[in-house]
């Protein structure tokens, strides 16, 4: 965790409501770090229905494992979140740690160890001594209170430089339901299914099947949408809970993700997903600049999305933004490398609004002095316009500097 705030971070930290139905505690269990919390304990009200998307990596970890086979049941009663060790490539020793955690979990929670989920961060291939996890989430369960969410999302914390939360309130029939999220990430992250690791929590009566449709849908265009090294993680978890508590206040019970009634839900959740993935890209390691990639005028929207990622994981791209250099010649290779349908003559290009190429060539009207000075913002923006048809998409990343390769060279140190 570094010790410098991202100069990208957001400038307002909203306030976080109660959610009814969740409570919170955190604790120093000394997994890795010292004098700073490292697991997170939330409590779930009996009934709460979850959903998960997980990382496609064909070498998940051993709680990203845990999670899938417990998600078939459909509910959840508490979350045990560590970081310092991803618990990740570590064999029989590593399952063992995820049955023992949950055991102890289940112990203090009161409830059955199917109904435990589990979500580890940091270091891969060391093994996670989960004996340090006896009595502290005994402490935990007593202390626990539905506050301080910007502290839990600090203990989920590794090379992260804020505490990531957004929160939303809308209403659900006759009642207001709130949704709360956090999220974890800065490094290895180019998301094949979620984030890194997020969390959300709402106290609206969805099922667990509807509950997972949202998900499912909501991930597409916020957490697949940012990038920022092309890396997938071992650990990338999404996690939903529902606990239904808004019921008792009128709001109704709903069953399908189709449901009409749920329109204005759908859109809240999304912002929620769409705000964190952002503060994903804003914390980049060693980030200075966030950057906007949008490509439109492609065959497709999927071909648009693999020209936007192919652009925003391009190195070359990346250190020339870092440079403040608006070097479309980077643009135009990473469009071309991309595999997908694309004509060098109709190609335009735009750093910040400001067209830089045109028609396959450098824009006639292209100002060095002009594009030099709106390349010294924080958010860029880089446009690509194909020519080719009506697909369009939109990923986030953030520059590559020399602090990227620090933080990353020092990080079993």
């Given at each position: 965790?570094?010790?410098?705030?991202?100069?990208?971070?957001?400038?307002?930290?909203?306030?976080?409501?109660?959610?009814?139905?969740?409570?919170?505690?955190?604790?120093?269990?000394?997994?890795?770090?010292?004098?700073?919390?490292?697991?997170?304990?939330a409590i779930m009200d009996k009934g709460t229905a979850v959903a998960g998307v997980f990382t496609k990596s064909k070498c998940p970890s051993a709680p990203v494992e845990w999670c899938r086979a417990k998600l078939k049941g459909g509910k959840a009663r508490a979350l045990v979140v560590n970081s310092g060790n991803a618990n990740a490539f570590t064999g029989k020793t590593g399952r063992a740690s995820t049955a023992l955690t949950a055991k102890i979990a289940a112990k203090a929670v009161g409830c059955s160890e199917s109904e435990?989920?589990?979500?580890?961060?940091?270091?891969?291939?060391?093994?996670?001594?989960?004996?340090?996890?006896?009595?502290?989430?005994?402490?935990?369960?007593?202390?626990?209170?539905?506050?301080?969410?910007?502290?839990?999302?600090?203990?989920?914390?590794?090379?992260?430089?804020?505490?990531?939360?957004?929160?939303?309130?809308?209403?659900?029939?006759?009642?207001?339901?709130?949704?709360?999220?956090?999220?974890?990430?800065?490094?290895?992250?180019?998301?094949?299914?979620?984030?890194?690791?997020?969390?959300?929590?709402?106290?609206?009566?969805?099922?667990?099947?509807?509950?997972?449709?949202?998900?499912?849908?909501?991930?597409?265009?916020?957490?697949?949408?940012?990038?920022?090294?092309?890396?997938?993680?071992?650990?990338?978890?999404?996690?939903?809970?529902?606990?239904?508590?808004?019921?008792?206040?009128?709001?109704?019970?709903?069953?399908?993700?189709?449901?009409?009634?749920?329109?204005?839900?759908?859109?809240?959740?999304?912002?929620?997903?769409?705000?964190?993935?952002?503060?994903?890209?804003?914390?980049?390691?060693?980030?200075?600049?966030?950057?906007?990639?949008?490509?439109?005028?492609?065959?497709?929207?999927?071909?648009?999305?693999?020209?936007?990622?192919?652009?925003?994981?391009?190195?070359?791209?990346?250190?020339?933004?870092?440079?403040?250099?608006?070097?479309?010649?980077?643009?135009?290779?990473?469009?071309?490398?991309?595999?997908?349908?694309?004509?060098?003559?109709?190609?335009?290009?735009?750093?910040?609004?400001?067209?830089?190429?045109?028609?396959?060539?450098?824009?006639?009207?292209?100002?060095?002095?002009?594009?030099?000075?709106?390349?010294?913002?924080?958010?860029?923006?880089?446009?690509?316009?194909?020519?080719?048809?009506?697909?369009?998409?939109?990923?986030?990343?953030?520059?590559?500097?020399?602090?990227?390769?620090?933080?990353?060279?020092?990080?079993?140190?």
């Amino acid at each position: 965790m570094s010790s410098s705030v991202s100069p990208l971070a957001p400038k307002h930290v909203p306030d976080m409501p109660a959610i009814a139905g969740v409570r919170l505690a955190t604790a120093e269990a000394g997994i890795r770090y010292k004098n700073r919390t490292d697991v997170l304990l939330a409590i779930m009200d009996k009934g709460t229905a979850v959903a998960g998307v997980f990382t496609k990596s064909k070498c998940p970890s051993a709680p990203v494992e845990w999670c899938r086979a417990k998600l078939k049941g459909g509910k959840a009663r508490a979350l045990v979140v560590n970081s310092g060790n991803a618990n990740a490539f570590t064999g029989k020793t590593g399952r063992a740690s995820t049955a023992l955690t949950a055991k102890i979990a289940a112990k203090a929670v009161g409830c059955s160890e199917s109904e435990i989920f589990l979500a580890s961060t940091g270091v891969i291939g060391e093994p996670l001594d989960a004996t340090k996890f006896d009595g502290v989430l005994a402490r935990l369960a007593e202390s626990a209170a539905p506050a301080d969410w910007p502290g839990a999302a600090k203990a989920i914390m590794t090379t992260d430089t804020f505490p990531k939360v957004a929160t939303a309130t809308v209403k659900l029939g006759k009642a207001k339901v709130t949704i709360n999220g956090m999220a974890k990430g800065a490094g290895m992250i180019a998301p094949d299914m979620a984030t890194m690791l997020s969390f959300i929590f709402t106290d609206a009566p969805i099922a667990p099947a509807a509950l997972q449709a949202l998900l499912k849908s909501g991930v597409e265009d916020t957490f697949n949408a940012v990038t920022i090294d092309g890396d997938t993680s071992t650990s990338d978890t999404l996690l939903a809970f529902a606990t239904g508590a808004a019921a008792e206040h009128g709001a109704p019970k709903i069953s399908r993700a189709s449901d009409p009634r749920l329109k204005a839900f759908t859109k809240a959740f999304h912002q929620v997903l769409a705000n964190l993935a952002e503060q994903v890209a804003r914390d980049g390691e060693g980030a200075r600049k966030l950057v906007e990639i949008t490509v439109e005028g492609a065959k497709t929207k999927a071909s648009a999305r693999k020209i936007a990622m192919s652009i925003a994981n391009s190195p070359l791209v990346k250190t020339a933004i870092a440079g403040e250099d608006a070097n479309w010649g980077r643009v135009v290779m990473a469009v071309g490398k991309a595999g997908e349908p694309a004509d060098r003559d109709k190609l335009s290009i735009s750093f910040n609004g400001i067209r830089v190429a045109k028609s396959g060539a450098r824009d006639p009207s292209y100002d060095e002095a002009q594009v030099s000075e709106a390349m010294k913002a924080p958010e860029i923006a880089i446009k690509v316009a194909l020519g080719l048809g009506k697909g369009r998409d939109r990923v986030l990343t953030c520059d590559l500097t020399k602090e990227y390769v620090a933080i990353n060279g020092d990080y079993r140190s």
